[in-house]
């Protein structure tokens, strides 16, 4: 590989996980990108400029360039970025011819997938698609999307020389819900990074967060959206049978649905009663997430969806066990049992069940602790890099997948 073009039209990878449209995409094509450099492919990881004091480029590490790209205004609301797709498309375009040694370029979300299929064919280049979400998945479970975006990741799944898959369950949707060929599908697990999320002291995590050593404490982590799932969180903690348990929720809200969740979320404490139970934290930079994880009792997350989870992850690479909604990605991250508990229903008393049996059990929560920690050693960043290397290196020799 000489140069390999990311993607990343909606998002960037150095803004802040949990605030506004950031969460673990951004974590994804950063340690991605950094691991591929490290390991001698050169990225340059394209953005759309959302503020006007961003410089035009960002050398990140050797082999990582930032560049932001100049397309509509700075502060265009998400649901008018379809609008802007062909003005970033252009510019990128036009940057790649003067790079000149790009070997492919990689598309995250079905916005940068709309651009990677266009340059694709006017580039003659690879195209390899990782979509984080789909919107057939998210109207499965509540959270219909617009039909433009259906029928654009239709398209860019039909012309993508390799579709990327966290898991089995994300692999299967692919191909029962989009007609995806399986032979156009890699499975390449995302990674976590032990140097910062491992095992440590409870008593000095709660310390450092001014939380009590003697009281439970449960623990939500990602954007206050419906899709989240904070609501299921806060009514669980009130129906636990550990009243003097707490819950700390990490993470912010953006736009309307955002606000809105966030209005729902204060109401629900109101009404139950948990003013004094609940902390609301606002997002934090990622390495300091950590802490969060390690002070946790339990981490909960009652996502109706997730490709992957890397929540779950990180939790269980700092050994803490997680009671998770039992969709996507999840089903794969948590054994049921030993690292933690699936919930197949959204019901709160569901989740409060099998929160109520971690914190009776400290010594079964402790083996499941241990478990989650040994099953999170095997998921790295290192080795996701590794794989993609060879998958870019060997799509450069195929042909390309032409639209049909």
């Not at 569901?350 to 099953?375: F, G, N, T, V």
Request: overall charge negative.
């Amino acid at each position: 590989m000489r140069t390999l073009a990311v993607l990343s039209l909606h998002t960037s990878p150095l803004a802040q996980p949990g605030s506004g449209d950031s969460g673990g995409m951004n974590v994804y094509v950063r340690e991605l990108v950094s691991s591929l450099a490290q390991a001698g492919v050169r990225s340059v990881v394209y953005v759309r400029r959302w503020r006007d004091d961003l410089p035009d480029h960002v050398d990140v590490e050797p082999g990582f360039r930032l560049v932001h790209v100049p397309a509509g205004p700075e502060d265009l609301p998400k649901e008018k970025l379809p609008e802007v797709v062909d003005e970033f498309t252009a510019w990128v375009g036009r940057d790649l011819r003067a790079l000149g040694d790009v070997d492919a370029i990689h598309a995250n979300y079905w916005l940068s997938g709309l651009a990677g299929h266009q340059l694709k064919h006017e580039l003659d280049l690879p195209l390899v698609s990782t979509f984080h979400t789909l919107a057939r998945v998210k109207a499965e479970n509540g959270d219909p999307e617009p039909q433009r975006r259906v029928d654009a990741e239709i398209e860019v799944i039909a012309c993508s020389d390799s579709i990327l898959a966290s898991c089995p369950a994300e692999a299967t949707q692919l191909v029962e819900l989009y007609g995806a060929r399986r032979d156009r599908i890699e499975l390449v697990p995302p990674g976590v990074d032990h140097a910062f999320f491992s095992p440590g002291d409870r008593g000095g995590a709660r310390q450092a967060l001014g939380l009590a050593a003697d009281h439970p404490v449960l623990l939500f982590v990602g954007r206050i959206q419906p899709l989240k799932g904070l609501d299921v969180a806060i009514e669980a903690l009130a129906r636990s049978r550990h009243e003097d348990a707490v819950l700390v929720a990490v993470g912010g809200a953006s736009g309307i649905d955002g606000d809105r969740e966030a209005s729902h979320a204060h109401e629900l404490v109101a009404r139950f009663g948990l003013q004094d139970r609940v902390r609301f934290v606002p997002p934090q930079p990622h390495h300091l997430l950590s802490t969060y994880y390690r002070a946790a009792d339990v981490c909960v997350v009652p996502s109706r969806s997730e490709s992957f989870g890397l929540v779950a992850l990180e939790a269980a690479a700092c050994g803490t066990p997680v009671v998770a909604a039992a969709v996507g990605g999840l089903r794969t991250l948590v054994d049921h049992g030993r690292t933690g508990f699936l919930v197949d229903e959204r019901d709160p008393a569901w989740y409060a069940a099998s929160i109520d049996e971690l914190l009776d059990s400290p010594a079964r929560a402790a083996a499941m602790a241990d478990a989650a920690a040994e099953l999170a050693r095997g998921y790295t960043w290192s080795t996701t890099a590794a794989r993609l290397r060879r998958l870019y290196a060997d799509l450069t020799a195929r042909s390309l997948v032409r639209c049909q």
